[in-house]
C-alpha cells in the first residue's frame, strides 16, 4: 500500500493497481510525502513503497542486494562458449525485486523468466508467484521461485510462504 494525494484527497492504494495504471502513473511515483492511514500507521509513496513499478529501485538507503548465484559461468567440458544469464539479485533483509531471472514450470516445462516480464503479466502472475520449486540452468546454477526472487511482484516481503503481512483496509480510496 502506498499513499497519494489528488486535489487534497488523501488516497491510499496498492502497487498492483499502480502497475496496472495507463495514465498517471509518473505523477504517482514522482510523489514525496507520506500519509497516515486509520489505523494511525504511516504509509509511504509509490517512489519509496512500489519500488519496481516506478523504476525507483537502488541508490537508496539499506543494503545492496547480493547475489543467490555465481557471477562467473560454471566451467564446462565443452570449448564452445554460449552466453550466460546475468545473476540473480535477490533482496537479503530489503524487499525489492531481483534483477536476474526466477524459476518456473508449466506443464513439465521448465521456464526462466525475469521479475521484469512478470511484472507486466496480466494472467498467470498468481501461480508463478505460488510456485515454490527451485531449478537449475544449464549452467548448472541454481535459480529460485519468482515468490523469493521477485518478493514485490509477488507481494512476499514478509519472508515466508505468501504475501507479507499487512494492515487490512478496503483498498478503494476512503473519505476523509
Same mark, same amino acid.
Given at each position: 500500500? =502506498?499513499? =497519494?494525494?489528488? @486535489?487534497?484527497? !488523501?488516497?491510499?492504494s496498492t502497487c498492483?493497481? %499502480?502497475?496496472?495504471? @495507463?495514465?498517471?502513473?509518473?505523477?504517482?511515483?514522482?510523489?514525496?510525502?507520506?500519509?497516515? +492511514?486509520? @489505523?494511525? !500507521?504511516?504509509?509511504?509513496?509509490?517512489? !519509496?513503497?512500489?519500488?519496481?513499478? &516506478?523504476?525507483? &529501485?537502488?541508490?537508496?538507503?539499506?543494503?545492496?542486494?547480493?547475489?543467490?548465484?555465481?557471477?562467473?559461468?560454471?566451467?564446462?567440458? #565443452?570449448?564452445?562458449?554460449?552466453?550466460?544469464?546475468?545473476?540473480?539479485?535477490?533482496?537479503? #533483509? *530489503?524487499?525489492?525485486?531481483? *534483477?536476474? !531471472?526466477?524459476? =518456473?514450470?508449466? +506443464?513439465? *516445462?521448465?521456464?526462466?523468466?525475469?521479475?521484469?516480464? %512478470?511484472?507486466?503479466?496480466n494472467n498467470g502472475?498468481?501461480?508463478? &508467484?505460488?510456485?515454490?520449486? #527451485?531449478?537449475?540452468?544449464? @549452467?548448472?546454477?541454481?535459480?529460485? /521461485?519468482?515468490? *523469493?526472487?521477485?518478493?514485490?511482484?509477488?507481494?512476499? &516481503?514478509?519472508?515466508?510462504?505468501?504475501?507479507?503481512?499487512? /494492515?487490512?483496509?478496503?483498498?478503494?480510496?476512503?473519505?476523509?
Amino acid at each position: 500500500e =502506498y499513499f =497519494y494525494k489528488r @486535489n487534497g484527497e !488523501e488516497i491510499f492504494s496498492t502497487c498492483k493497481k %499502480l502497475a496496472k495504471m @495507463n495514465n498517471g502513473k509518473g505523477k504517482h511515483c514522482k510523489f514525496t510525502e507520506s500519509g497516515v +492511514d486509520g @489505523n494511525g !500507521e504511516t504509509i509511504g509513496p509509490a517512489k !519509496e513503497v512500489c519500488k519496481v513499478t &516506478c523504476e525507483t &529501485c537502488g541508490g537508496g538507503p539499506g543494503p545492496a542486494p547480493t547475489p543467490t548465484r555465481p557471477t562467473a559461468p560454471t566451467p564446462r567440458s #565443452s570449448p564452445v562458449e554460449t552466453p550466460t544469464r546475468p545473476p540473480v539479485e535477490a533482496p537479503t #533483509s *530489503e524487499c525489492v525485486d531481483g *534483477e536476474g !531471472e526466477y524459476f =518456473y514450470k508449466r +506443464d513439465g *516445462e521448465e521456464i526462466f523468466s525475469t521479475c521484469k516480464k %512478470l511484472a507486466k503479466m496480466n494472467n498467470g502472475k498468481g501461480k508463478h &508467484c505460488k510456485f515454490t520449486e #527451485s531449478g537449475v540452468d544449464g @549452467n548448472g546454477e541454481t535459480i529460485g /521461485p519468482a515468490k *523469493e526472487v521477485c518478493k514485490v511482484t509477488c507481494e512476499t &516481503c514478509g519472508g515466508g510462504p505468501g504475501p507479507a503481512p499487512t /494492515p487490512t483496509r478496503p483498498t478503494a480510496p476512503t473519505p476523509r
